[in-house]
Structure formats: structure tokens, C-alpha cells
């Protein structure tokens, strides 16, 4: 099916603001900072006013009211044949964001990146001892995650769980068709940028031609895996053996990550 640009969007007012025609919706520490720029610089995309919007996670008491405040106008879009979109990683993780996402933006297209699942938490783990909220020692953090996350104050320190992908992705495929949510490996992102960035831009139908050109992911963890003791490695990786091989079989391919 052809669309035309501009005419996706779930409630576009001509005055007033619209909703996204898409959502990139996690992992967090996954690349989607870097892509969500890359796919702002396209000339038919109007991004959001700020990417970590959180609507569907933590703000969503808010009110659509107060969410559209975050997009463009329907003249806007329309004078640029243009499409919006945000970007917020908490949504693939949090339970709640697929209902959420589905009462209000039923049509929406979604990407998820998923990076290895061990590169992640511990990516994760660093960004969060370089913020201050992270005191332990690595592996102790790890050990202590499911105490931190049963109490309910900290949250933002479920390094492990984050990376139960077949888990979060299955919360979406029973509320979207499958054609709806575009999954994408971190790496290939990584390695290939504009070859993923010019599949997101099929993906969302756009013209790939005008995608952005020479864009590189800057920051892809921002940690020395010396740091890291090899004990963890194995850990974790013996961890995700499981959940690796349903998200594998869930997509019908092994991403051939850690064994």
C-alpha cells in the first residue's frame, strides 16, 4: 500500500496539533538517540518537540491534550507533505505502553533496536554510574537488581530485564499487526548506519533518496569493556541464553549474539 505523506496520522486537526505517525520505541542504549536525528534530518519529517516524551510510560495521566502540545500543526505537516514522530525508549520495556499506545495511536508505526542484551546492560550500568545514581560495583548491581526493582523506587536500575526482548515485543504483537513494528538489530545499525537508516525510511515510507547521508552513531555506550570482568561477561551471557533463543524463534532468525 502507497500512502501519502502527511495523510497517516491518527486525529490531524488542520488547526491544532498533530499526533505521530511514529514511534521509536526503544531499546534504551540501543542506537535510538542516533537514529531518531538521522530520521529528523530527512526534509518530509517534522520531528517531535523534544524525543524522550514518555507519554505512553510515565506521563500518560497527562492527557492526549498535553501530548499533542509536543508535535506539529496539521498545517505545518501538510505545507511540508511532511510526517512526525518521538521517540521514547521506555516504551518497548514498560508494560502498560502497548494498551496505551494502542487506545490512542492504533495506526502507528513503531521501530524497535534491540542491541545484545549483554552490551546493553552494561552499557546501561555505566550511563547510570556516570549520572550518580549508581554506587555499586557492577556485578554487585546486577545481584542486587531484583531487590532494587521489587521495592519500586528504582526502576531505572533494571539493567537485566531490559533485555527480555521476546518478552517486550510480545506485549506488542498481541495488541499490532506484525507490519506495524519494524525490529532492527543495533549492531547492523552500528556497522551499516545508512543502510538501516534507508530501511526505516521504507519502512515509514519515505523517500529513502533524501534520507540524511554520511551520518555515524557517536556514542555507543560510552565504556572501556576492560572495565568489565570477564566473570560478568559469562554471567550474563549465560542469562540471556533463554530469552535470546525465544526472541530468535519469535523473529525467525538468530542474530547470532553471545552464546
Same mark, same amino acid.
Not at 1 to 9: E, F, N, V
Not at 11 to 21: I, Q
Not at 216 to 228: A, I, K, M, R
Given at each position: 500500500?502507497?500512502?501519502?505523506?502527511?495523510?497517516?496520522?491518527i486525529?490531524?486537526?488542520?488547526?491544532?496539533?498533530?499526533?505521530?505517525?511514529f514511534?521509536?520505541?526503544?531499546?534504551?542504549?540501543?542506537?535510538?538517540t542516533?537514529?531518531?536525528?538521522?530520521?529528523?534530518?530527512?526534509p518530509?519529517?517534522i520531528?517531535s518537540?523534544?524525543?524522550?516524551?514518555?507519554?505512553?510510560?510515565?506521563?500518560?495521566?497527562?492527557?492526549?491534550?498535553?501530548?499533542?502540545?509536543?508535535?506539529?500543526?496539521?498545517?505545518?505537516?501538510?505545507?511540508?507533505r511532511?510526517?512526525?514522530?518521538?521517540?521514547?525508549?521506555?516504551?518497548?520495556?514498560?508494560?502498560?505502553?502497548?494498551?496505551?499506545?494502542?487506545?490512542?495511536l492504533?495506526?502507528?508505526?513503531?521501530? =524497535?533496536?534491540?542491541? !545484545?542484551? $549483554?552490551?546493553?546492560?552494561?552499557?546501561? *550500568?555505566?550511563?547510570? /554510574? +556516570?549520572? @550518580?545514581?549508581?554506587?555499586?560495583?557492577?556485578?554487585?548491581?546486577f =545481584?542486587?537488581?531484583? !531487590?532494587? $526493582?521489587?521495592?519500586?523506587?528504582?526502576? *531505572?536500575?533494571?539493567y /537485566? +530485564?531490559? @533485555?527480555?526482548?521476546?518478552?517486550?515485543?510480545?506485549?506488542?504483537?498481541?495488541?499490532?499487526?506484525?507490519?506495524?513494528?519494524?525490529?532492527?538489530?543495533?549492531?547492523?545499525?552500528?556497522?551499516?548506519?545508512?543502510?538501516?537508516?534507508?530501511?526505516?525510511?521504507?519502512?515509514?515510507?519515505?523517500?529513502?533518496?533524501?534520507?540524511?547521508?554520511?551520518y555515524?552513531?557517536?556514542?555507543?555506550?560510552?565504556?572501556?569493556?576492560?572495565?568489565?570482568p570477564?566473570?560478568?561477561y559469562d554471567?550474563?551471557?549465560?542469562?540471556?541464553?533463554?530469552?535470546?533463543?525465544?526472541?530468535?524463534?519469535?523473529l525467525?532468525?538468530?542474530?547470532?549474539?553471545?552464546?
Open positions: 500500500m502507497t500512502l501519502t505523506l502527511g495523510a497517516r496520522a486525529g490531524r486537526p488542520e488547526l491544532g496539533h498533530a499526533l505521530p505517525d514511534l521509536v520505541i526503544g531499546a534504551m542504549k540501543a542506537g535510538t542516533f537514529l531518531f536525528a538521522a530520521l529528523a534530518a530527512h518530509h519529517v520531528r518537540r523534544r524525543r524522550e516524551i514518555h507519554f505512553f510510560g510515565s506521563r500518560f495521566k497527562r492527557g492526549v491534550a498535553w501530548y499533542r502540545t509536543h508535535f506539529p500543526t496539521g498545517v505545518e505537516l501538510r505545507r511540508y511532511a510526517i512526525t514522530g518521538e521517540g521514547s525508549t521506555s516504551y518497548l520495556a514498560n508494560p502498560d505502553s502497548p494498551a496505551r499506545i494502542r487506545s490512542v492504533p495506526g502507528v508505526r513503531m521501530i =524497535a533496536l534491540l542491541r !545484545d542484551p $549483554v552490551d546493553r546492560a552494561i552499557s546501561n *550500568y555505566f550511563h547510570e /554510574q +556516570r549520572t @550518580g545514581r549508581e554506587t555499586l560495583p557492577i556485578a554487585e548491581a =545481584a542486587a537488581e531484583d !531487590d532494587r $526493582v521489587r521495592t519500586g523506587r528504582q526502576r *531505572y536500575l533494571a /537485566q +530485564r531490559r @533485555g527480555f526482548y521476546a518478552e517486550q515485543l510480545a506485549r506488542y504483537y498481541e495488541l499490532f499487526p506484525r507490519e506495524q513494528l519494524l525490529v532492527l538489530k543495533s549492531e547492523t545499525l552500528f556497522a551499516e548506519p545508512q543502510v538501516a537508516i534507508d530501511r526505516v525510511c521504507r519502512f515509514l515510507e519515505l523517500d529513502a533518496s533524501l534520507a540524511a547521508r554520511g555515524t552513531p557517536q556514542n555507543l555506550g560510552g565504556y572501556d569493556p576492560s572495565q568489565v570477564a566473570s560478568v554471567e550474563l551471557t549465560r542469562f540471556y541464553a533463554p530469552h535470546n533463543a525465544r526472541l530468535y524463534e519469535m525467525g532468525e538468530d542474530w547470532g549474539w553471545r552464546r
